[in-house]
């Protein structure tokens, strides 16, 4: 037996205690199997002993191409998923005189890739709906600075009816001043001012209806422009809170968005694996 594979030999148990992992080991040289080791469930492809005509070939084209071989076994075909690696060994003149194989169960693996595909599908999802949410809280936003600009340009328009209401009960002040001076001046007009006196009656009642009319006005503009406020301020403490909603959901939105950057690196990492 070549001295390198006598070699190998001695080191294949030290090999098989510093490996983590469910998987066999075999060593072959040119035409049958020298070193078989089972793992838990992961059982060597070759038996101690002369290579059958299948295998024997396989063995040859690595010895033969001096290359790495490579193959992914399903669970339906094999009753486990494994990735089985077979790489040639050479002797001090560059010559392959024999295999090591290494036969490892990613069942594992292929559980967290699983895992892994669900998490990142699930995190697209929430990506989704939060993206969702901080758009609709923008857009409360937008409405609640609406509402409230509206509510301020409501506002002024009470102070301008104020205004108005006010001039409206000065009018009636004077409007009844001066109809009470015009009773004052029919009276003493006696008999040729009796008309006028009517006219500046019914001029005083007009003044005092207008005046009772200017107060109820300006009474319910003032519990109208009291309300205002109550929603004005309950109006902005929302739209803050909207704000700070909206702010909120966009950082967790990028957050999730980082994980699932980190779950596709992981699903890609563990298909490199297996």
Do not use: W
Not at 25 to 41: A, F, P, R
Not at 91 to 107: C, D, F, K, P
Not at 111 to 123: H, K, T
């Amino acid at each position: 037996m070549e001295k390198k594979l006598q070699y190998l030999l001695e080191v294949m148990p030290v090999i098989r205690d510093i490996i983590d992992g469910d998987f066999s080991l075999t060593v072959t040289d040119t035409s049958e199997c020298i070193y078989s080791q089972d793992g838990n469930k992961v059982k060597a492809p070759f038996k101690v002993g002369p290579l059958k005509s299948d295998q024997l070939s396989g063995v040859q084209k690595i010895i033969k191409d001096k290359k790495k071989l490579e193959k992914i076994l399903t669970k339906e075909e094999h009753g486990i998923d494994m990735k089985v690696n077979a790489v040639p060994i050479f002797n001090e003149y560059g010559e392959a005189i024999g295999t090591l194989g290494v036969s490892q169960s990613t069942e594992k693996l292929a559980e967290i890739q699983n895992s892994s595909v669900s998490l990142m599908s699930s995190l697209q999802q929430a990506s989704v709906t939060i993206n969702e949410i901080a758009n609709n809280a923008l857009k409360l936003s937008e409405q609640l600075s609406a509402m409230i600009e509206k509510a301020k340009q409501a506002e002024e328009s009470i102070k301008e009816s104020n205004e108005a209401i006010g001039l409206i009960h000065n009018i009636s002040k004077q409007s009844n001043l001066l109809g009470l001076n015009a009773s004052i001046e029919a009276a003493r007009a006696g008999e040729n001012g009796k008309g006028f006196s009517v006219v500046a009656s019914e001029m005083r009642k007009l003044a005092l209806l207008s005046g009772d009319t200017s107060q109820k006005i300006s009474k319910a503009l003032y519990e109208i422009e009291e309300s205002i406020k109550v929603v004005l301020n309950a109006t902005k403490e929302i739209g803050e809170i909207a704000t700070g909603q909206a702010a909120t959901v966009e950082e967790i939105a990028a957050t999730i968005e980082q994980i699932t950057l980190n779950s596709q690196v992981l699903v890609d990492n563990v298909k490199v694996n297996i």
